[in-house]
């Protein structure tokens, strides 16, 4: 039920502007992504930002979308990864000032849950 009133509320945002839109879509991929990858049992480890919020943490972020890219379980949401991809142009803050990372590996779910909150955070400025 938890699921089902989170899609509705994702879905009514999506009238709302288009690159809202395709972040609520974004976000609905992501969802049903981290359910494929709770019940995976490949074990995958991705470099994992410790703090989200850090700048200099971006790239980072890109490149563990791009390992979980080639996850073959991943490969039902190309579409999240065409749509990622375009609107990475306006999620890429100055990425040459960026500096040193604080990562972890940690399991495909926990990365997509900060991916999750990245894209959040990211559609609200």
């Given at each position: 039920?938890?699921?089902?009133?989170?899609?509705?509320?994702?879905?009514?945002?999506i009238?709302?502007?288009?690159?809202?839109?395709?972040?609520?879509?974004?976000?609905?991929?992501?969802?049903?992504?981290?359910?494929?990858?709770?019940?995976?049992?490949?074990?995958?480890?991705?470099?994992?930002?410790?703090?989200?919020?850090?700048?200099?943490?971006?790239?980072?972020?890109?490149?563990?979308?791009?390992?979980?890219?080639?996850?073959?379980?991943?490969?039902?949401?190309?579409?999240?990864?065409?749509?990622?991809?375009?609107?990475k142009?306006?999620?890429?803050?100055?990425?040459?000032?960026?500096?040193?990372?604080?990562?972890?590996?940690?399991s495909?779910?926990?990365?997509?849950?900060?991916?999750?909150?990245?894209?959040?955070?990211?559609?609200?400025?």
């Amino acid at each position: 039920m938890k699921t089902h009133l989170y899609l509705l509320l994702l879905a009514a945002g999506i009238s709302a502007a288009p690159q809202l839109s395709s972040m609520a879509e974004l976000l609905i991929l992501l969802n049903q992504m981290h359910e494929i990858m709770t019940k995976d049992a490949q074990n995958l480890r991705i470099a994992t930002p410790d703090n989200i919020d850090d700048v200099n943490c971006v790239s980072t972020i890109f490149e563990g979308t791009e390992q979980l890219r080639t996850n073959p379980a991943m490969r039902k949401y190309s579409v999240f990864f065409q749509k990622f991809e375009k609107l990475k142009q306006s999620l890429t803050p100055s990425l040459a000032k960026e500096g040193k990372c604080d990562t972890e590996r940690k399991s495909a779910t926990t990365f997509i849950e900060k991916l999750t909150t990245f894209i959040r955070k990211a559609s609200k400025t």
